[in-house]
């Protein structure tokens, strides 16, 4: 009779007391979303919340700075501790309330990971072989960004681009959203703007604006004949697209709505249209 093998032991983790410790330098001030909207892209890092984001993050071949988490959890998530420790990066620590001090707020299910931002992906690299591309311009709402990348990662967008003044996909809150699926979808932020649009036109594809415009084509309508690469470009929550966006555009679709509603918040209207524009299969004859 094969004996059991035991579990690997759980590598030594730091023990840390809470705020003031240099080691936790990355997860002070977590709240202050202008500070980390700005500090973490300049120190190329991002933070992932959660064990089930971590270890998408992990899977998706992003590396760990530094793992913190609430030591009721640190034999449970063993084999993610050890996943960390193997790629060199330490393992922090402390109490739930010590956690907090550092951090600001009450840790989701009690781990929390600084990963090192990967680098940004050309944009003829986004785009080569591309059939569906999401464009968000300037929507500011970490939690609108963070669901249109889980609706793109679920109905099978190749891309999405963002605008300069578009909220960071890679900041916690939009991280969380999406379920860790912000690192399953090629993104890159698209410059000049909105010069930068038509540039998707040069790589083939028909780029069409969600907008209500006099001429929007209905969604419905325009399903009935898909083109094969199609980008399509969505504004901010409050305002809707910009003129200059809609210029750029090859045509509006708009989302035939009921009940005196205009349209919908750009996350869903992103889904929407997603669902409606998918590529089929070819037709069996």
């Known amino acids: 009779m094969t004996a059991l093998s035991e579990p690997s032991p759980v590598p030594p983790a730091e023990r840390v007391e809470g705020p003031g410790d240099p080691r936790l330098d990355d997860y002070a001030d977590l709240t202050d ?12 890092l991002y933070m992932a919340e959660s064990e089930k984001v971590i270890r998408r993050a992990l899977d998706a071949g992003h590396r760990a700075r530094s793992l913190l988490l609430s030591d009721r959890w640190l034999e449970p998530m063993a084999d993610l501790v050890r996943r ?3 790629q060199g ?5 402390g109490t739930p309330a010590a956690l907090q001090e550092v951090t600001g707020f009450n840790v989701h299910r009690g781990a929390i990971a600084a990963m090192h931002r990967p680098a940004a992906v050309p944009l003829d ?10 464009v968000l311009e300037d929507v500011v709402d970490h939690t609108n960004v963070g669901a249109v990348f889980r609706s793109a990662a679920g109905i099978g967008a190749d891309a999405v681009l963002v605008s300069p003044r578009c909220a960071d996909p890679l900041y916690r809150r939009a991280v969380r959203v999406s379920m860790g699926t912000v690192f399953q979808v090629p993104w890159g932020r698209l410059a000049p703007y909105p010069q930068g649009v038509g540039l998707l036109r040069d790589h083939g594809f028909v780029v069409a604006a969600l907008a209500l415009t006099p001429d929007a084509v209905p969604l419905d309508r325009f399903e009935e004949r898909l083109p094969e690469r199609l980008a399509l470009v969505l504004g901010t929550e409050g305002d809707g697209l910009s003129e200059a966006a809609i210029a750029q555009a090859d045509l509006a679709l708009r989302i035939p709505m009921l009940g005196g509603v205009d349209s919908l918040n750009v996350a869903a209207a992103a889904a929407v249209a ?11 004859g």
């Open 33 to 44: 979303v202008a500070l980390r909207s700005r500090r973490e892209p300049a120190q190329g």
């Open 125 to 134: 690299d986004l785009l080569a072989g591309a059939r569906r591309v999401v």
């Open 89 to 93: 990066a330490p393992v922090y620590v």
């Open 84 to 86: 960390v420790a193997a």
């Open 274 to 284: 997603l669902w409606a524009t998918r590529p089929r299969p070819p037709a069996e």
